[in-house]
């Protein structure tokens, strides 16, 4: 038998702090040069090419927590 009584945890997960304040939904989107979407070429920052797509985008992703089919 093992003592293991010293486990290593892991806590060295560090959340990062939304400084920017996100109001709703956290980006968890990488940003890929176009609409995620529909595609369309958007800026390197950006995942969608407008509030629509990115609404449409998420209700089909269904991250506003189960619509229970
Ligand atoms: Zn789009």
Redesign the pocket.
Known sequence: MIDQSSRPTPREMRLPQDEQGFPRRPPALPAKGT?W??E?PVDNVRR???VA?RDDYYEEEGETGGNGS
Do not use: A, G, M, Q
């Open positions: 609409c979407y529909c369309h969608f090419c407008s797509c």
